[in-house]
Every structure is written in structure tokens, then in C-alpha cells.
T-cell receptor
Framework: QKEVEQNSGPLSVPEGAIASLNCTYS??????FFWYRQYSGKSPELIMF????GDKEDGRFTAQLNKASQYVSLLIRDSQPSDSATYLC?????????????FGTGTLLAVQP | DAGITQSPRHKVTETGTPVTLRCHQT?????MYWYRQDPGHGLRLIHY???????DKGEVSDGYSVSRSKTEDFLLTLESATSSQTSVYFC???????????????FGPGTRLTVL
């Protein structure tokens, strides 16, 4: 069973701090990794994607991929109350049908003012 | 919402009733998907489509069927709704056709379905 696992949280951080969200995956051949943000009652919104080992930065967001250890992380710098949401990790498996993503259950982030 | 609309946005129905949910997109994107989202389970793929009349099953396809007779519309049908199908249903699209970005999926606003 291919799985993507996340701590459900809530992860509580003070405003201005760095929030660190983690995701582990079981399929060693996975090649594409995505982070979605989902506000309560809304649809998931793609915020980061990463295809190769290492880090990718976009504004206050940094995605880190470690294929050897099979985990991907999302760092949010200078966290704001507006970052409070559930963050979903998604993984594209190797050899699977085109475009199929496997989602984790999400981590709830609460940024305290 | 990446130019995706879903209808209806909310629906309450009774067990045993057929239900059809519609996903509509205006940009002729090839790939479309139906997911359901439930507490503790996250997003799970029901069915997907890679073109008109080309569909395939996802992880939780039992009790669901789909049709895509036009590029812009992807329909999800619950032939005989059950209480276990109470959920939030999301449609998604891939904008890219080839290359690594074809895996990026963008979601519609969702349909909240309650089966009594």
C-alpha cells in the first residue's frame, strides 16, 4: 500500500516564527511532490511543487525533499495568522497511472497572533 | 478555482436515490479528476479522465460511475446513494499536457453531499 503520512496537528506557532511541516512517503520511486493549502470549508490550493532532491524556495515558503530518507518538508518563514490552514502533502508514485496523486491527511497549522 | 465550476454546491438526498454531480471547465484541459474528502482519510481519487470518453478508476471507485462526452464536462454519478457516500466531492484538472508539470492538479470549489 503506497502511503503518504502527515502529523494531523494542530501545529501551533507564534506569529513571525518558522512553521515546519513534514510528510513521509512509502514509495521509494516517487518523483513528484506537492504541497497544498486548504482553508476551512474551501478547496485545496497548490502552493509548492518539487521534482528533484534539495530545496525549492518561493517567497516565504521553502520545500525540502530528502529522497534517501523519504520525506518532504514545508517551511513557512515569518508565519502570519493568515497562514492558519490545513496543509496537504501529495506524492506522485513511480510507475503508476498518469497523474495519480496520493494525498496525506493533512496537518492543521495555527498561527497565534 | 482554475476556471472550474461544480454543481450543485450543496445537495441533500436520501438513501437509494441516484445523484449526478457536474464538473465544468472552460479551457479544454485534457485531464480531469474526481476526489472525495473525508475526515481522517484525506483526499481520495474516485475516477479520472484523460480525454473524451477515456476514463479510469481511482482508489475508491465502487458505487460511482463517470462520463465525459465533452471535453468541458466530467460527470460523477452515484447510482444509488448510500450514507457512506456523504462527503465533500472535489473536481480537479491538470493544466499541462506533457512534462513534469502535468502532475500539478488544481481543484474546483467542491460539492457538499449529504445522504440521509
Amino acid at each position: 500500500q503506497k502511503e503518504v503520512e502527515q502529523n494531523s496537528g494542530p501545529l501551533s506557532v507564534p506569529e513571525g516564527a518558522i512553521a515546519s511541516l513534514n510528510c513521509t512517503y512509502s514509495d521509494r520511486g516517487s518523483q513528484s511532490f506537492f504541497w497544498y493549502r486548504q482553508y476551512s470549508g474551501k478547496s485545496p490550493e497548490l502552493i509548492m511543487f518539487i521534482y528533484s532532491n534539495g530545496d525549492k524556495e518561493d517567497g516565504r515558503f521553502t520545500a525540502q525533499l530528502n529522497k534517501a530518507s523519504q520525506y518532504v518538508s514545508l517551511l513557512i518563514r515569518d508565519s502570519q495568522p493568515s497562514d492558519s490552514a490545513t496543509y496537504l502533502c501529495a506524492v506522485k508514485g513511480y510507475g503508476g497511472a498518469t497523474n495519480k496523486l496520493i494525498f496525506g491527511t493533512g496537518t492543521l497549522l495555527a498561527v497565534q497572533p | 478555482d482554475a476556471g472550474i465550476t461544480q454543481s450543485p454546491r450543496h445537495k441533500v438526498t436520501e438513501t437509494g436515490t441516484p445523484v449526478t454531480l457536474r464538473c465544468h471547465q472552460t479551457e479544454n484541459h485534457r485531464y480531469m479528476y474526481w476526489y472525495r474528502q473525508d475526515p481522517g482519510h484525506g483526499l481520495r481519487l474516485i475516477h479520472y479522465s484523460y480525454g473524451v470518453k477515456d476514463t479510469d478508476k481511482g482508489e475508491v471507485s465502487d458505487g460511482y460511475s463517470v462520463s465525459r462526452s465533452k471535453t468541458e464536462d466530467f460527470l460523477l454519478t452515484l447510482e444509488s446513494a448510500t450514507s457512506s457516500q456523504t462527503s465533500v466531492y472535489f473536481c480537479a484538472i491538470s493544466i499541462a499536457v506533457i512534462g513534469p508539470r502535468v502532475d500539478e492538479q488544481f481543484f474546483g470549489p467542491g460539492t457538499r453531499l449529504t445522504v440521509l
